[in-house]
């Protein structure tokens, strides 16, 4: 196993980049230093550069979030790929395609949480509650306090759960350093939702996400996403629906939107869905190990293991516990970073 610098590293072997922000270009709340300057260093060598995301928001929402941020298309990138963008147009140009993938004709949505209401603008959808609706959108998960963190939880005995155990505990039993219990929280609504035998949709399948405690020291923490809450909702017996990485439609999507005959590869920072997904339609792909859920798993081992060690473990033990989707699978390539260290 041989861990490259960055991304130009192994530029030369591909013509397509299909590329994650968060955890690769971005940190929650800032560009990683040097991004735009690789992304530009790329698009000047004739690379095509497609950003794939598994934010909700359709892309030119997003498009016009990072434009704020000094990214713009045609300099930095070619075209921005939401997983609520392919939501959007499923459900918008293929409504029968999207009612047989629900398991039913679907007219009705209700959010839970804090949904994203373009996702659904100028479709056939009309808004419902819980007891009528034909599925239910699971929005960014919120408990009464907020966002909810993994990285500090214990089970009822105070013995401390590991992140990669989270979604195999009895999320009834888990409290944080505080006490406080918002996994129980999201538990007793996703029961409520298996009474009523209702079909959730997911369209961010990512487990984690990293959340900014302190902007100014930039100190994150890991934090419940929506995917998380989907895997649990399956494990009680309950139906999900997924838009996005790992699913192969989302990269399908993307392959027919960048156009390329040339080899391609995707960059991202997350085992489960950017390198399991990519291997699912048979893509190169490369983990960014410094920055992003894959960092923040690597540190979290033993410090004595070598960083090519902590790489074997991740794929090993720590990926098949999170998703089943991720067996065996590992990347084409190890970088430590997607910024090219010697660009201005």
């Known amino acids: 196993m041989k861990i490259e610098s960055d991304i130009l590293s192994i530029a030369d072997r591909y013509s397509t980049f299909f590329i994650d922000i968060y955890g690769v270009l971005f940190d929650g709340i800032r560009l990683f230093s040097k991004a735009l300057s690789t992304l530009k260093a790329l698009k000047q060598?004739?690379?095509?550069?497609?950003?794939?995301?598994?934010?909700?928001?359709?892309?030119?929402?997003?498009?016009?979030?990072?434009?704020?941020?000094?990214?713009?298309?045609?300099?930095?990138?070619?075209?921005?790929?939401?997983?609520?963008?392919?939501?959007?147009?499923?459900?918008?140009?293929?409504?029968?395609?999207?009612?047989?993938?629900?398991?039913?004709?679907?007219?009705?949505?209700?959010?839970?949480?804090?949904?994203?209401?373009?996702i659904f603008k100028n479709t056939h959808l009309q808004k419902g509650d819980v007891d009528n609706a034909d599925f239910l959108y699971v929005g960014i998960p919120r408990a009464s306090y907020g966002a909810v963190r993994v990285d500090n939880l214990c089970d009822r005995n105070g013995v401390k759960v590991n992140m990669e155990d989270v979604l195999d505990s009895d999320w009834n039993e888990l409290r944080d350093d505080q006490g406080r219990s918002g996994l129980a929280e999201f538990s007793f609504l996703l029961m409520h939702c298996l009474q009523l035998k209702k079909t959730l949709l997911v369209a961010n399948p990512d487990v984690f996400a990293h959340m900014a405690l302190d902007n100014f020291h930039r100190k994150f923490c890991p934090i419940i996403t929506q995917g998380a809450l989907g895997a649990y909702y399956e494990r009680l017996g309950g139906n999900v629906v997924y838009f996005g990485k790992p699913y192969p439609g989302i990269y399908e999507y993307a392959k027919q939107i960048a156009d390329s005959?040339?080899?391609?590869?995707?960059?991202?920072?997350?085992?489960?869905?950017?390198?399991?997904?990519?291997?699912?339609?048979?893509?190169?792909?490369?983990?960014?190990?410094?920055?992003?859920?894959?960092?923040?798993?690597?540190?979290?081992?033993?410090?004595?293991?070598?960083?090519?060690?902590k790489c074997r473990k991740l794929f090993k033990e720590v990926a098949p516990k999170i998703s089943k989707l991720s067996e065996g699978i590992y990347p084409n390539h190890f970088i430590n970073r997607f910024s090219g260290i010697g660009l201005p």
Not at 277 to 282: E, I, L, N, R
Not at 292 to 309: C, N, P, T
Request: with cysteine; glycine share 12%; proline share 2%.
């Open 261 to 309: 005959d040339g080899p391609m590869i995707m960059v991202g920072d997350t085992p489960w869905t950017d390198i399991a997904g990519a291997a699912s339609v048979g893509m190169d792909s490369a983990l960014v190990v410094s920055t992003g859920i894959a960092g923040e798993f690597l540190q979290r081992m033993d410090s004595s293991l070598s960083i090519k060690e």
């Open 45 to 118: 060598a004739g690379k095509k550069i497609i950003i794939l995301s598994n934010a909700t928001q359709v892309s030119s929402e997003a498009k016009a979030g990072y434009f704020q941020r000094g990214m713009g298309k045609g300099i930095h990138y070619d075209e921005f790929i939401t997983s609520g963008e392919f939501l959007h147009y499923t459900i918008k140009n293929n409504p029968e395609k999207f009612s047989q993938m629900m398991g039913k004709t679907s007219n009705t949505v209700k959010c839970m949480f804090m949904g994203n209401a373009n």
